[in-house]
């Protein structure tokens, strides 16, 4: 199970009206169907010493609040001095009263926290209620991504169709690009809802990576259409043929670019998250889409609008960008050693740096720090402690009945409960061993392991009547087995520095000393192991570690297949993946300077280079080819003539893209941020791999061979 605590703050946390408002919100949060048991300061277990027996009792009468003031003093009684309620149910200064949740998954905690608001409702007049805990966060989390995000995106969307018509000086290039992503998007989001995908961290960028991979090959055809363009003040304008000529002209590229492209997306097929095989599987369908509606729709348009204009065509043929790709043509043949120091310090950066870079898989920090879940958080663990908890479970290797009942078996366990303790960020240990010294004490006054086999045997069968209760939680429950050859330890633990979830290096860290001082003290006559949901905070880590590497070189090596049967060279299909290990270099040594982790969304970074990359490579290296045929020996040509023809619309599309992007960085959830920093990087890293390095190294290779 997962866990949920709602903390009750207030300077007089123990008075009768205030506590049967709090039964009464208890009462209202059992009753819902995601719960599966709740401990609460009513009906957690207690002990009391008779005579010479143990009275084994709820904190309250009846599991319910008190009633009177009689009822009220031994409620507080009991829960000042039992040691298990401390930091469970109630803080160390009693200021704090708690609720445990075990949960089962929520679907939809949007919904799941509607209805834990209505349980709590009233409870204001008494307490100020602090919340946490996966459902609470999933809240947030989806909150920022359909706030932030949608709201960002528009103006990021704004400012891409401005650039895109100060780039053509005309309406229809803008509106009908945004027709044809729009388009896209929503048949990915469409077909996201017939394969019964649901939104999550990861596959919310899809729209975003739809309408930035998608809008290229609209440029593209844009780009051709007006340099090809039969012009409006020509004789004879009736016929449309140039402009199908012109997809034709430019077909090859788009639909090598596309294809490779959503192979690169698809490669996440491989990938063990689901939400990471369902983002590739949604945004391979967008961009396909898109790529399909650039061929059919957008040509179908055009043919019934007016023709350019001579000015319009001129834009293109001989305007301030094309100015700007005769300098880089300039550049990138006059100084390429320039180019190759840069290229080198880059390897050299990437080298040293890549290992550093950090993997995260704690959502909490993302959030604002004045965000509610945050101070709420930070509150609960100050005052109660964490609520992740492991499941440390000790089996003997012979399975012997009752071998846990052996005093010198139990004061190896307690030896190692108490190591356990002297951890940092370990909030509190729950376990029969825990149980039976406590039991010893409240009976005997003895702190310890009892002394003799019967007095062992007699509190294991107390311990046993409150694991047989109805309705007890997981933690108590699972302590121990019929015939104790089997005990389990509960640890509860959190981040004591940063109040925070215990994750990633720190948590490796703990689950490392667990597991070498178990195999120190407890030997070779006991068999561990360590479960439950808080470790899928390691286990994503390293699953995204390794998903990242395993989706990059999938795609490129596929990318690298492709290209080298469409160019029937595989030089050309090293060349063609340049570009692409230029923006994931950059990107990764960026991100160790920035210090942003590497976690669920911006893992997809690489993908995303490669989408873009591989669509600016191919798009240069067939014009490149093209005008190796028609200038056959005159690399000063080939490369101005590739650079005019293909650089306009690559430079044109990273403009606009990498400024609707950067508008991303004012959000105030984290992620967002990130990624829209990391994809305007990678555009741009893409680019500058495309326009710059690739030429340059085209160059001497184009020499050698001439040589």
Not at 439 to 467: A, C, D, H, W
Request: charged fraction near 20%.
């Amino acid at each position: 199970a997962e866990y949920m605590m709602i903390a009750f703050e207030s300077s007089n946390t123990l008075v009768l009206e205030s506590l049967a408002a709090l039964q009464d919100a208890v009462t209202r949060i059992e009753a819902l169907q995601e719960v599966k048991s709740v401990i609460s300061p009513f009906n957690l277990i207690t002990f009391q010493k008779d005579g010479k027996r143990l009275q084994i009792m709820p904190m309250s009468p009846g599991n319910r609040a008190p009633k009177n003031d009689e009822e009220l003093e031994k409620f507080k009684d009991r829960l000042l001095k039992d040691p298990f309620a401390k930091k469970m149910v109630i803080s160390e200064d009693g200021t704090v009263l708690s609720v445990v949740m075990s949960m089962l998954t929520v679907a939809d905690p949007l919904n799941f926290m509607d209805r834990l608001d209505a349980a709590l409702l009233g409870l204001d007049d008494y307490y100020t209620v602090h919340v946490t805990g996966a459902p609470a966060l999933g809240k947030g989390v989806q909150t920022y991504l359909t706030r932030d995000l949608s709201k960002l995106i528009l103006l990021a969307v704004g400012i891409i169709l401005v650039i895109y018509f100060l780039s053509f000086r005309a309406y229809r290039a803008p509106i009908l690009a945004l027709a044809v992503v729009g388009i896209g998007t929503v048949w990915s989001l469409g077909a996201m809802s017939l394969l019964g995908f649901s939104i999550t961290v990861v596959s919310s960028v899809t729209p975003t990576l739809v309408l930035t991979l998608g809008s290229s090959y609209s440029i593209h055809i844009f780009n051709q259409y007006y340099r090809d363009a039969v012009c409006h003040e020509a004789d004879d304008v009736k016929s449309k043929q140039w402009i199908a000529d012109a997809v034709v002209n430019i077909g090859r590229t788009i639909l090598l670019a596309a294809g490779t492209t959503v192979i690169g997306f698809l490669s996440l097929l491989a990938t063990e998250l689901k939400a990471t095989r369902e983002f590739g599987i949604a945004t391979s369908i967008g961009i396909a889409s898109s790529a399909l509606l650039s061929f059919f729709f957008l040509p179908a348009v055009l043919s019934r609008l007016k023709s350019p204009s001579m000015r319009q065509k001129e834009k293109v043929l001989e305007g301030a960008i094309t100015r700007l790709m005769a300098r880089i043509s300039d550049f990138v043949l006059n100084k390429r050693y320039i180019v190759f120091i840069l290229l080198g310090l880059i390897v050299i950066a990437f080298g040293l740096l890549f290992n550093r870079v950090h993997y995260k898989t704690e959502v909490i920090s993302y959030f604002p720090q004045r965000d509610k879940i945050i101070k709420d958080t930070r509150f609960i663990m100050d005052k109660i402690g964490g609520y992740q908890q492991f499941n440390f479970t000790i089996v003997d290797t012979q399975n012997r009945p009752n071998y846990f009942l052996e005093r010198e078996v139990l004061e190896k366990l307690s030896l190692f409960e108490n190591k356990i303790k002297t951890y940092d960020n370990v909030s509190k240990v729950i376990s029969f061993v825990s149980y039976l010294e406590h039991l010893n004490n409240v009976m005997f006054n003895i702190r310890g392991i009892p002394e003799n086999k019967g007095l062992i045997l007699l509190l294991s069968r107390y311990i046993k009547t409150i694991i047989a209760q109805p309705d007890v939680d997981d933690t108590i429950r699972l302590m121990a087995n019929e015939d104790f050859s089997m005990l389990n330890i509960s640890i509860w633990v959190y981040d004591q520095e940063k109040k925070s979830l215990l994750a990633d290096e720190k948590l490796k860290v703990f689950l490392k000393n667990l597991n070498q001082d178990a195999a120190a003290i407890l030997g070779d006559d006991m068999k561990t192991a360590l479960w439950g949901e808080s470790l899928t905070f390691i286990s994503l880590s390293d699953v995204i570690q390794r998903d990242q590497r395993l989706s990059t070189l999938l795609s490129a090596l596929f990318i690298f297949i492709i290209t080298s049967i469409s160019f029937k060279s595989l030089r050309f299909g090293l060349f063609s993946l340049i570009p692409l290990l230029v923006g994931i270099m950059v990107n990764f040594v960026f991100m160790v300077i920035a210090g942003i982790p590497m976690d669920m969304t911006t893992v997809m970074f690489s993908i995303v280079v490669i989408g873009v990359g591989v669509d600016n490579s191919i798009h240069f290296l067939i014009q490149f080819n093209r005008q190796k045929k028609l200038h056959p020996g005159d690399i000063r040509i080939i490369v101005f003539n590739s650079l005019k023809i293909s650089g306009r619309p690559i430079l044109i599309t990273t403009a606009s893209v990498v400024a609707g992007f950067l508008v991303l960085c004012f959000s105030s959830f984290l992620p967002i941020l990130y990624f829209g920093i990391l994809v305007a990087m990678a555009l741009f890293t893409a680019a500058f791999g495309t326009l710059i390095v690739l030429p340059a190294v085209l160059t001497i290779g184009w020499l050698k061979r001439s040589g």
